[in-house]
């Protein structure tokens, strides 16, 4: 099945006399979104590479699926986001894309590697030092009744409720709870509404839940995996990357009714510049970030909590928004960093008695296990081992593993600070403690690099919101200007996935040139009857 454009948004298209030998495209931001956009332009739309440009305010591409960093000095992966096989719109995209040694597509290799490494847990939670091997759900009846409402309950009912509008506090005591807030990092307080979409799309995932069964890992972390090859490809085919480049404004002509992008205004190492558009020239625009203001600290100091104004992406949407129902909200994502920071960390470990120990301990080697919780964790902290190496040009004799804490602002257990003001040396204490890893603790301090991470929006896409916050990917009476990523409305599918990223550049690509094409549906195991059966089984505890 595939799904089509909606008819008003594929009008507002220029396709009609756009030259595609010399349309001119610009694409504001430097994540997946803007790098899939611009395969989609050039793969479906036939525009030239040459005639592409993508304008990044960082020095680097990827957005938020960044890897950086070094064995000497210390890895950084500020977060990963869950991969499973019913992501069609990526896999679809990345069939086209070659891997790096050329030997095969990314989608290939993704498969491949999946087959050979399956995640199945065996400590998805650990409890005062002992690993729970599929742990009961422990839900009551009415919270697998309210479940069941929040899957048929229409959207609109929900509002701006809260998850914690709909269920009991004991809901939130449940080991269901501890892993499905884990695993897409979910807060009581946040939208109802996203965590139905949840419920609805990922039914099919249920059943294997309590073991991580059905979630997918890339081969490498996914800045190697997915946007080096990406990257790559579209430098092959000439497409231009601007990057130190901060968009500060865009030129509008709003005239009956219909909005066009006429200048793109932007800053570059401190002076300012413009763009000016001609006619069938394109705009799309990544709105928001959650990684925006992101703050490193160190082994010995904690990151820093920063706010909107330290990046270009929400002062963007603000100005443009600013006046224009059409363009969404933004500060109904960004007025609330309270609800939406928390803190990661990477590990740079120079001594492998730390993956020993956790092997050990949880029964899994490296990659094959997934996320570790400590539900009796103050920080609701929880680690990943992935599979060694995890970084292209890793050394032997490194590894490197992350974490995060969904509870920021409260006191550690084993260290009595806030995990935000934390450094790499304090963070890896309180992970010994719930480990329960001592004799080897100083060791593995002295030979490691623990690198924390700050992030005031992380999930702000997750905050409560109501209709017209989120922008359509095309805008009512938008000429040439189209918006992708976490912060625009695509119906049914979920935020906080690399899926939704590329769903909604294919969507604006295909609206704006008015291409006679499909996107991939979304799955939708709710209409499945043996589904809906395995999910039923499992929220009941009852073991097929």
Not at 32 to 56: H, K, P, W, Y
Not at 250 to 265: F, H, M, P, Y
Request: neutral net charge; charged residues 20%; glycine residues 10%.
């Amino acid at each position: 099945m595939a799904t089509g454009v909606h008819a008003s948004n594929a009008s507002a298209g220029l396709h009609n006399g756009t030259n595609r030998d010399t349309a001119k495209v610009y694409l504001v931001g430097g994540g997946v979104a803007s790098l899939a956009a611009a395969a989609f332009m050039i793969r479906d739309g036939d525009i030239l590479g040459q005639n592409i440009t993508i304008l990044e305010q960082l020095g680097t591409v990827g957005g938020s699926l960044d890897a950086s960093g070094s064995a000497q000095d210390g890895y950084v992966l500020r977060g990963g986001r869950m991969f499973e096989s019913k992501y069609r719109c990526t896999f679809e995209l990345f069939s086209s894309i070659p891997t790096l040694d050329g030997t095969g597509t990314v989608t290939d290799e993704i498969v491949r590697w999946n087959e050979t490494m399956k995640t199945s847990s065996k400590s998805r939670l650990f409890r005062d030092g002992h690993r729970q091997t599929a742990p009961k759900f422990g839900l009551s009846e009415n919270h697998i009744l309210t479940i069941g409402r929040l899957v048929l309950e229409p959207e609109v009912w929900l509002g701006r409720t809260s998850i914690a509008d709909q269920f009991d506090d004991s809901f939130f005591r449940t080991d269901f709870w501890f892993m499905w807030c884990t695993t897409f990092a979910f807060q009581p307080w946040h939208s109802a509404v996203e965590f139905k979409r949840y419920l609805a799309r990922f039914a099919h995932m249920v059943a294997g839940f309590d073991r991580l069964e059905g979630i997918m890992r890339t081969g490498y972390n996914q800045f190697d995996s997915l946007v080096r090859p990406l990257w790559k490809w579209l430098k092959e085919r000439g497409v231009r990357f601007k990057v130190n480049t901060r968009v500060t404004d865009l030129g509008l002509s709003e005239q009956a009714g219909k909005t066009t992008v006429t200048r793109i205004i932007y800053e570059q190492a401190g002076i300012a510049g413009e763009i000016t558009l001609g006619f069938g020239d394109h705009v799309l625009v990544t709105l928001g970030s959650m990684t925006e203001a992101s703050s490193l600290g160190t082994m010995d100091t904690a990151p820093v909590l920063g706010g909107k104004g330290d990046g270009g992406a929400w002062t963007l949407w603000d100005t443009i928004a600013t006046g224009r129902p059409a363009f969404g909200r933004p500060s109904a994502f960004t007025d609330h960093i309270d609800e939406s920071k928390w803190v990661s960390f990477t590990t740079t470990l120079h001594d492998p008695t730390f993956l020993r120990l956790v092997r050990d301990l949880t029964g899994n080697v490296p990659g094959e296990g997934g996320l570790i919780t400590f539900p009796e964790s103050g920080w609701l902290a929880s680690i990943v081992i992935p599979h060694q190496p995890h970084f292209i040009g890793q050394p032997n004799d490194v590894s490197v593993f992350w974490g995060y804490g969904l509870s920021v602002d409260q006191p550690g257990d084993f260290v009595r600070k806030p995990m935000a003001a934390c450094s790499g040396r304090e963070i890896m204490t309180e992970i010994f403690g719930h480990l329960r890893i001592v004799e080897d603790a100083s060791r593995i301090l002295e030979t490691c690099i623990c690198i924390p991470c700050m992030m005031p929006f992380i999930t702000s896409q997750f905050l409560r919101r109501e209709k017209g916050d989120r922008p359509q990917v095309l805008p009512h009476g938008s000429q040439n200007l189209a918006f992708m990523g976490q912060f625009c409305e695509l119906p049914d599918d979920v935020v906080f996935t690399v899926e939704y990223s590329i769903r909604s550049a294919q969507a604006a690509v295909y609206g704006l040139l008015g291409l006679n094409r499909k996107l991939p549906s979304v799955y939708k195991g709710t209409f499945d009857p043996r589904v809906l059966l395995n999910a039923f089984m499992a929220l009941h505890d009852i073991r097929r």
